[in-house]
């Protein structure tokens, strides 16, 4: 069983940064560092996007396109925490962000509560 917790949302003007971070409570007999971390964000009136996981060992992957170059995700096993890194906001980044956590490759068992970004222009 694992636990997230996101934080670090807010509200941003365009062309700011803002860092997410997800914390992560792991059940006893298995580590932070078992498991895939994936983030994704859901817009108002919008379907759920999925923009890039992170490995165990931290390799990140699959970002989705409107995100590469500006978003980075980075995970600290120690402090079982997993970043997403946000630069160059836009109002169209407005929307709650979720991590989401599994032991096998983009298959999520367990999701935090999100945390709200709003970009203003």
């Known amino acids: 069983q694992v636990e997230l917790a996101e934080s670090g949302g807010g509200l941003v003007q365009a062309g700011g940064s803002l860092r997410l971070s997800c914390v992560a409570s792991?059940?006893?007999?298995?580590?932070?560092?078992?498991?895939?971390v994936g983030w994704f964000r859901q817009a108002p009136g919008k379907e759920r996007e999925f923009l890039g996981v992170?490995?165990?060992?931290?390799?990140?992957?699959d970002y989705l396109d409107s995100v590469k170059g500006r978003f980075t995700i980075s995970r600290d096993n120690a402090k079982n925490t997993v970043y997403l890194q946000m630069n160059s906001l836009n109002p169209e980044d407005t929307a709650a962000y979720y991590c989401?956590?599994?032991?096998?490759?983009?298959?999520?068992?367990?999701w935090g509560q999100g945390t709200q970004v709003t970009v203003s222009s």
């Open positions: 989401a956590a599994g032991l096998k490759y983009r298959k999520y068992d367990f």
């Open positions: 792991v059940a006893s007999g298995r580590t932070f560092s078992s498991y895939f």
């Open positions: 992170i490995t165990l060992l931290g390799g990140t992957l």
